[in-house]
Nanobody, 118 residues
Framework: HVQLVESGGGLVQAGGSLRLSCAAS????????MGWFRQAPGKEREFVAT????????SYTDSVKGRFTISRDNAKNTLYLQMNSLKPEDAAVYYC???????????WGQGTQVTVSS
């Protein structure tokens, strides 16, 4: 199965930007749809964005539309999340996930912490 490792989290002021990366290994990256999820303390994990295997289909949760951009580079086996205009409510552990066509989100990274100061 595919292994996922996130990076790029950190502390940023409100209004700032971060770029998260998710490096994949172990299987053919382009076989998987990819997604970003996040979990804030005391809250359930929530969907942030998803991108299809070829990158042609993308969706976002409403709260990040216009601020976050998901992308992938299949040649580099890497998923990205560009986060702009960050808000304190965006603070969470961010996870990347992978799924094969027609399956559930079965593969997860360890997460990367994003902290947004007001």
């Amino acid at each position: 199965h595919v292994q996922l490792v996130e990076s790029g989290g950190g502390l940023v002021q409100a209004g700032g930007s971060l770029r998260l990366s998710c490096a994949a290994s172990g299987r053919t990256f382009s076989d998987y749809a990819m997604g970003w999820f996040r979990q804030a303390p005391g809250k359930e994990r929530e969907f942030v964005a998803t991108i299809s295997r070829g990158g042609g289909s993308i969706s976002y949760t409403d709260s990040v539309k216009g601020r976050f951009t998901i992308s992938r580079d299949n040649a580099k086996n890497t998923l990205y999340l560009q986060m702009n205009s960050l808000k304190p409510e965006d603070a969470a552990v961010y996870y990347c996930a992978a799924r094969r066509y027609g399956s559930s989100w079965a593969y997860w990274g360890q997460g990367t912490q994003v902290t947004v100061s007001s």
